[in-house]
């Protein structure tokens, strides 16, 4: 079975500071990754996703990923936080190895950004 | 925008009442998926249509039902509904094909009371 468990449900930083948000997996197949944000009173829209091939995956709005399968890690980054990325962010797993069965996501990571 | 559009937006049901909620999907998408995202949590997986049959199911009872039609547009029904099924209904469709992506609409908020 697949589960993602997201590190800390609300982080804060100041505008300009580096965004470090945590995703760990756990899948019995080789798993495909995925972030996406929640604005208040929106959808979800997908920011990046790892597939196969380059562990390193980069995203819109300026975020990246690195899959790391040896700490079974997804963390979401991005350099320099702007006031226009506080939303809420989740980490999800698909359930199959090879199709988008369905997705599992974490908790959520609530992220404020500070002037 | 994603393309994937909801109705309706909002809805207000009392304990014990039927509601169904409808998703068109994205131009060129044959695959709908459902799920239930309760206050301050992750969305949760209901099910899945494809080609107008379900395929995949989550944890959850038999009151929740759906349908997928000919032009792939989709509808979530729940019957006697319960307190705790107050929560954003979220659709998502996709083309079925490995690797591509959920493309989520923007959500029916479900008020149960």
């Known amino acids: 079975a697949q589960s993602v468990t997201q590190l800390g449900s609300h982080v804060s930083v100041s505008e300009g500071a580096l965004v470090l948000l945590r995703c760990n997996y756990s899948?019995?197949?080789?798993?495909?990754l995925f972030w996406y944000v929640q604005y208040p009173n929106q959808g979800l829209q997908l920011l990046l996703k790892?597939?196969?091939?380059?562990?390193l995956v980069k995203g819109i709005n300026g975020f990246e990923a690195e899959f790391k399968k040896s700490e079974t890690s997804f963390h979401l980054t991005k350099p320099s936080a702007h006031m226009s990325d506080a939303a809420e962010y989740f980490c999800?797993?698909?359930?199959?190895?090879?199709?988008?069965?369905?997705?599992?996501f974490g908790k959520g990571t609530k992220l404020s950004v500070k002037p | 925008e994603t393309g994937v559009t909801q109705s309706p937006t909002h809805l207000i049901k009392t304990r014990g009442q039927q509601v169904t909620l409808r998703c068109s999907s994205q131009?060129?998408?044959?695959?709908v998926s459902w799920y239930q995202q309760a206050l301050g949590q992750g969305p949760q997986f209901i099910f899945q249509?494809?080609?107008?049959?379900?395929?995949g199911r989550g944890n959850f009872p038999p009151r929740f039902s759906g349908l997928q039609f000919p032009n792939y547009s989709s509808e979530l029904n729940v019957n006697a509904l319960e307190l705790d099924d107050s929560a954003l209904y979220l659709c998502?469709?996709?083309?079925?094909?490995?690797?591509?992506?959920?493309?989520f609409g923007p959500g029916t908020r479900l008020l149960v009371l």
């Open positions: 998502a469709s996709t083309t079925g094909l490995l690797q591509e992506t959920q493309y």
């Open positions: 899948s019995s197949v080789p798993p495909y």
């Open positions: 999800a797993v698909s359930a199959y190895g090879g199709s988008q069965g369905n997705l599992i």
């Open positions: 249509y494809y080609r107008e049959e379900e395929n």
């Open positions: 131009s060129g998408h044959n695959t």
């Open positions: 790892y597939t196969t091939g380059a562990t």
